[in-house]
């Protein structure tokens, strides 16, 4: 069984940045694609940002594009969202998912499982 554990959110001032980690345990790691989801109140889940499994290839959400950068550590089965020049708009709970592929993709359903969450607030 695979568990994912989110890190890293929390209250960030317009212009700032945050890093969010999300750590693996169970299951495989080093030959699936990685992703990042977001969900406002009363919002769709929205994908943000996904990687390969060797970190070679990376998909952003256009409104990420610049200011977000996906990257991840096999051997310490962990995946990483660097944001940087944080929006109000950016405000959500931030999901870090693993594919059922190798590949990076923006479509939730190639992704098995979840992690539990973690809240990014962004002041204006």
């Known amino acids: 069984q695979v568990q994912l554990v989110e890190s890293g959110g929390g209250l960030v001032q317009a212009g700032g940045s945050l890093r969010l980690s999300c750590a693996a345990s169970?299951?495989?790691?080093?030959?699936?694609?990685m992703a990042w989801f977001r969900q406002a109140p009363g919002k769709e889940r929205e994908f943000r940002a996904a990687?390969?499994?060797?970190?070679?290839?990376?998909t952003y959400a256009d409104s990420v594009k610049g200011r977000f950068t996906i990257s991840r550590d096999n051997a310490e089965k962990t995946v990483y969202l660097q944001m940087n020049s944080l929006k109000p708009e950016d405000t959500a709970v931030y999901y870090c998912?693993?594919?059922?592929?190798?590949?990076?993709?923006?479509?939730?359903?190639?992704?098995?499982?979840w992690g539990q969450g973690t809240q990014v607030t962004v002041s204006s």
């Open positions: 998912a693993r594919s059922k592929y190798g590949a990076d993709s923006r479509t939730a359903a190639w992704y098995d499982y």
């Open positions: 990687i390969n499994w060797s970190g070679g290839s990376t």
């Open positions: 169970g299951g495989t790691f080093s030959n699936a694609g």
